[in-house]
């Protein structure tokens, strides 16, 4: 049962993350006015890191487990059925991509 709630909400924010992407994407593409032309590419850039994240997310479905002084990060999503070191290589980018996307949101906040 556990397993199963975990699926249903890792799906479901997966499912939120992509939508809330893809809906920045479009609204940013159709709906930027002239004077925002570029701040409008900070923003484009910014979902597009996000969208890259949430696939990612998918992707791993990583389960992080702490003894001091070990992390480890357990992937039981669909790379497994690629090879160990894709769900690594893609952890380790879910952590370059989260320091990219706040690194973003920090540099809008300045610039506006």
Request: with cysteine; hydrophobic share 55%; glycine share 4%.
């Amino acid at each position: 049962m556990v397993a199963s709630l975990h699926m249903i909400l890792h799906y479901l924010f997966v499912l939120f993350g992509l939508t809330a992407n893809m809906t920045s994407i479009v609204v940013i593409l159709r709906k930027t006015p002239q004077a925002l032309q570029e701040y409008s590419v900070l923003l484009l850039n910014l979902a597009f890191v996000e969208l890259f994240s949430v696939l990612n997310h998918f992707l791993v479905d990583g389960r992080i487990f702490y003894s001091y002084p070990t992390l480890m990060c357990i992937s039981a999503g669909p790379c497994r059925v690629i090879a160990g070191r894709f769900c690594a290589s893609l952890a380790a980018m879910m952590n370059v991509v989260m320091i990219h996307s706040s690194t973003l949101v920090a540099i809008s906040f300045w610039y506006r």
